[in-house]
């Protein structure tokens, strides 16, 4: 009998997650454009870390089909 | 459940893991990576290291599972106090992808762990053997003569005799 192991659980739960692509917002650049402060920069960068790991599982999974196929 | 058969006598004494001084180990202290993104990059870069590539490419192999490697790359990790235990498991499936995406490259074929194999249970092929070796070896005690026929032992049962005081009497 096999003991219970975290990773299969915590792979399976990742593959599940259907992404969105990250939208990239753009810097207002116009001398008279509004700043934003840092306490809004923080807020921005905050991204739940599951889905970082889930864009790099996938980035990693396209990468290997495009291998397989070649 | 599975019961030891022998006493453990080398195992470590109750309490003992908390003898040494607090802070002496590295997974009491903070840890080195504290977020996701850079245990990511830590590990990618470890992964692909060529002495590692040749070491994973052998594990693999050898039949080992790479969810089982995985768990124990993290957790080594954790112990060493590189990150803590809740971005290690963070981390896990980004360790399994990079062991395929070596495996693939090395044309190995790799065993993930991820799905339920012949090792966890009894396989239908093997129910079946059996059975049908069972069927052989009744089929075979049905066709010997028999020689002698078996009585069937009858138990008599000694009838319990009353030895008390208030017992009741036989009429």
Do not use: C
Request: charged content about 30%; glycine content about 6%; cysteine-free.
């Amino acid at each position: 009998m096999r003991k219970f192991n975290p990773s299969i659980s915590t792979y399976k739960n990742i593959t599940d997650i259907k992404l969105k692509p990250l939208k990239q917002e753009e810097n207002p650049r116009g001398l008279l454009s509004p700043v934003r402060s840092p306490m809004m920069n923080e807020s921005k960068k905050s991204i739940d870390p599951v889905i970082v790991v889930a864009h790099h599982v996938a980035a990693i999974r396209k990468r290997r089909n495009i291998t397989d196929v070649s | 459940m599975y019961l030891r058969e022998e006493p453990l006598f080398d195992g470590p004494i109750p309490g003992q893991g908390l003898t040494a001084e607090l802070g002496s180990r590295p997974w009491q202290n903070p840890p080195q990576l504290s977020t996701v993104e850079e245990a990511i990059d830590y590990y990618v870069e470890r992964l692909t290291d060529e002495s590692a590539i040749d070491q994973i490419v052998n594990i693999l192999e050898m039949g080992v599972p790479i969810a089982d490697i995985a768990n124990a790359v993290q957790l080594g990790m954790v112990m060493d106090g590189v990150h803590s235990v809740d971005v290690g498991i963070l981390v896990i499936p980004v360790i399994i992808e990079l062991m395929m995406y070596i495996g693939d490259q090395a044309n190995v074929q790799y065993e993930t762990g991820l799905d339920k194999t012949a090792k966890d249970g009894i396989s239908d092929a093997k129910i079946v053997n059996i059975t049908s070796k069972l069927k052989q070896k009744i089929e075979e005690k049905d066709s010997l003569p028999k020689t002698k026929e078996e009585k069937p032992e009858v138990e008599e049962k000694e009838e319990d005799k009353s030895v008390g005081l208030m017992s009741r009497r036989k009429v």
